[in-house]
DNA sequence: TACCGGCCTCAACCGCTGGTCGAGGGTTGA
DNA sequence: TCAACCCTCGACCAGCGGTTGAGGCCGGTA
């Protein structure tokens, strides 16, 4: 298991990533975003962390639009054992010191220091009414734990009030919910109830899962 | 109280971004991101929306990095978000500066060209067991069309297999196909069964309440 | 042994985004 | 009437994010 050359690496991002090309990674490594390994005779050798590192590049571009500089910074960060930190939507500066890090893919790793916002602050970020938020909770889909909500309250938040504006509704969001939670059931009949290494890779991959499935079955253009 | 200039309009910016320039804000509008009125001897004019309207672009542009394109969309999704939203955000018809403005469109667009497999082509890609695919395609988590199989097989036999790798099997991923299934039948019931438009941001937006939901489920660290 | 596909480097080139600049000319108000 | 302000339009530009091609080295295989 030395590592996959860059021909293979190829193939498996190609299927999640349309136009990457072989190009792109060896660019990609130009920029100092991934170091993978050399033979002796000089052919790049990525791990599979290497690939995490290349999927979350692709992400990050794809999903979020970020400039390579901004990236490698978040990588950096990352490396360095702290949450990328990215600004959230236009909203006044006021209160919230730092937003919590982006909903990229596979980011379900050590998260550091979570996020714990009170409701006032959480109503503030994700720029929601109060109501809204009530409806969510009414429906199970965001939760207090204590008096604090955590960041992926402010994604779940952010992204109802966008489908509202599409006439879709919290409780139309119920079945999510279920799916959501027989999801982390799965995970947690594999690695238990405690959080282990293996709790993020495996929420990565259903994730992932979910995500291709849904392209798969969304109606052709 | 008819509308400011646009010195008049640079003052009151350049304040809060460094940045800008006259010949900027009249790009801004050719973009049509703004639309300014014009006196009757085509002088702009803007109005206090036309500010806002302004400043969620710069800010958006400053601490986002979002493309220009983006930015358009979500200012156009805004104001067409006014409409319907029985539970939506109060977002006044002129008061624009909280917004839900995260990211929206994912990879879920127009995909170009789609990449059309034949069996032996996804198992190789894949790399995975005939067996293995013909038991996802038992319990529906890979569908041929045909007699050819979409790139987002790719991605979900290559999950399939490192999930049996964690003793997880194609059977107990039914659920997903029924989650995916259920997520698709929803965004359909906005836009039709033909792909539209919206079909794309509003399967981005899906997944990323799934994968926040998720995460917000998990155990934490 | 020769061959061929895969991989290497390096430099030149490219298209798009997001503007800037200047010429030439009208408008406003003191 | 003059200065300050504003207009359009077309040319130009810098940086980002790659692509392309020339020239050459690996490595399996026939």
Redesign the interface.
């Known amino acids: 298991m030395g590592g996959r050359g860059i021909g293979e690496v190829l ?2 991002l ?5 136009d990457v090309t072989i190009s792109k990674i060896r660019f990609l490594e130009a920029e100092g975003l991934v170091t993978p390994a050399r033979t002796a005779s000089g052919y790049r050798k990525f791990s599979a962390a290497d690939l995490e590192r290349l999927r979350y590049v692709l992400t990050a571009q ?6 390579l500089k ?1 990236i490698k910074e978040h990588l950096g960060a990352i490396d360095r054992g702290l949450r990328p930190a ?7 500066p006021s209160s919230l010191p730092q937003t919590p890090g ?2 990229v ?1 596979e980011d ?1 790793g ?2 550091g220091t ?1 996020l714990r916002l009170t409701r006032d602050e959480l109503l503030r970020a ?4 109060s ?2 938020l009530a ?1 969510l909770e009414g429906h199970g ?3 207090a734990s204590g008096n604090h909500y ?1 960041g ?2 402010i ?2 938040a ?13 409780r ?2 119920r ?3 279920t ?6 059931g ?3 009949q ?1 690695t238990g ?3 282990t290494e ?3 890779e ?2 990565a ?17």
């Open positions: 193939q498996l190609q299927a999640e990533f349309a794809r999903d979020q639009y970020l400039p901004v990215a600004a959230g939507p236009p909203v006044a982006q909903p893919a379900f050590a998260a979570e994700a720029a929601v009414s109501e809204l409806e889909l965001v939760v955590g992926d309250a994604v779940v952010q992204v109802a009030a966008e489908l509202a504006s599409y006439g879709i509704e919290p139309h969001l079945a999510f919910r799916a959501a939670d027989r999801e982390v799965l995970i947690e594999v109830p405690r959080r293996q709790t993020g495996l929420a991959l259903t994730v992932r899962l979910h995500t291709a499935l849904v392209r798969s079955r969304l109606p052709r253009p």
